[in-house]
C-alpha cells in the first residue's frame, strides 16, 4: 500500500464548478499535511497546509479527519486558472515529506 | 529572503555516463534538504534527504547517491545512469517551524534524459 493515496483524475468540470479531492494516507505518526499545486512542467508550490480543525483560504478549503486518515481539498467556484495538478504532502516526524501522485484537474469554460 | 538554486534546468546524459545536479538555499542555515523524482506523469518521489551537513537518508534502494558537502548545498550523483533514471530530478528545502512542521519550498527543477 502506497503511504499517500489520491485518485488520479483527471477531474474535467466547467468553470464555476465545485470539486473535491479527496486523500488517504497510511502511517498514524503523521503529523503535518498539506496541499500542494503543480502547474505542467512546473515545480510544485504550497497551495495551503492542513489543520485539524480544518482551514479555508478564499475559495479553496482543506480538512483533516485523523480518525479515518485521510485529507481533503474543496475548490468552489473552479476558475480556469485553477487547472493543475493537486499533491496531497505528508510529513511524518520532522523530515520525511511524503508526496502523493498527484490529482490532475482541467476547468473548461 | 530564502532562494533555492538548482541546475543545470535540462539535461541530456548518455547510459553509462556519470551524473552531478547540484542545488543551493541562500537565506536561511541549517535547512532541511531534499531530492525528488518525478517521473512522466507520476508524482514526486522522495530519494533523499538530509538534515545537516554530512548526514544523508535514503529512502529507496538506487543507482544514486547524494552529499551534503556544505550546509546549504546538496548534490545529487551516479556514476553510471541508466535509462530508468530518466525523469524530472526536484530538489527542495524546509525548516521545522514547530510540531505542524514547515512548507518545503522547491527548486525549479532538472529535467534529465538518458538516451
Known amino acids: 500500500r502506497k503511504e499517500v493515496e489520491q485518485d488520479p483524475g483527471p477531474f474535467n468540470v466547467p468553470e464555476g464548478a465545485t470539486v473535491a479531492f479527496n486523500c488517504t494516507y497510511s502511517n498514524s505518526a503523521s503529523q503535518s499535511f498539506f496541499w500542494y499545486r503543480q502547474d505542467c512542467r512546473k515545480e510544485p508550490k504550497l497551495l495551503m497546509s492542513v489543520y485539524s480543525s480544518g482551514n479555508e483560504d478564499g475559495r479553496f478549503t482543506a480538512q483533516l479527519n485523523r480518525a479515518s486518515q485521510y485529507i481533503s481539498l474543496l475548490i468552489r467556484d473552479s476558475k480556469l486558472s485553477d487547472s493543475a495538478t493537486y499533491l496531497c504532502?505528508?510529513?511524518?516526524?520532522?523530515?520525511?515529506?511524503?508526496f502523493g501522485a498527484g490529482t490532475r484537474l482541467f476547468v473548461k469554460a | 529572503s530564502q532562494t533555492i538554486h538548482q541546475w543545470p534546468a535540462t539535461l541530456v546524459q548518455p547510459v553509462g555516463s556519470p551524473l552531478s545536479l547540484e542545488c543551493t538555499v541562500e537565506g536561511t542555515s541549517n535547512p532541511n534538504l531534499y531530492w525528488y523524482r518525478q517521473a512522466a506523469g507520476r508524482g514526486l518521489q522522495l530519494l533523499f534527504y538530509s538534515v545537516g551537513i554530512g548526514q544523508i537518508s535514503s529512502e529507496v534502494p538506487q543507482n544514486l547517491s547524494a552529499s551534503r558537502p556544505q550546509d546549504r548545498q546538496f548534490i545529487l550523483s551516479s556514476k553510471k545512469l541508466l535509462l530508468s533514471d530518466s525523469g524530472f530530478y526536484l530538489c527542495?528545502?524546509?525548516?521545522?517551524?514547530?510540531?505542524?512542521?514547515?512548507?518545503?519550498?522547491f527548486g525549479q527543477g532538472t529535467r534529465l534524459t538518458v538516451v
Open positions: 527542495a528545502w524546509s525548516v521545522l517551524f514547530d510540531r505542524r512542521g514547515a512548507e518545503a519550498f
Open positions: 504532502v505528508v510529513r511524518v516526524g520532522g523530515f520525511k515529506t511524503i
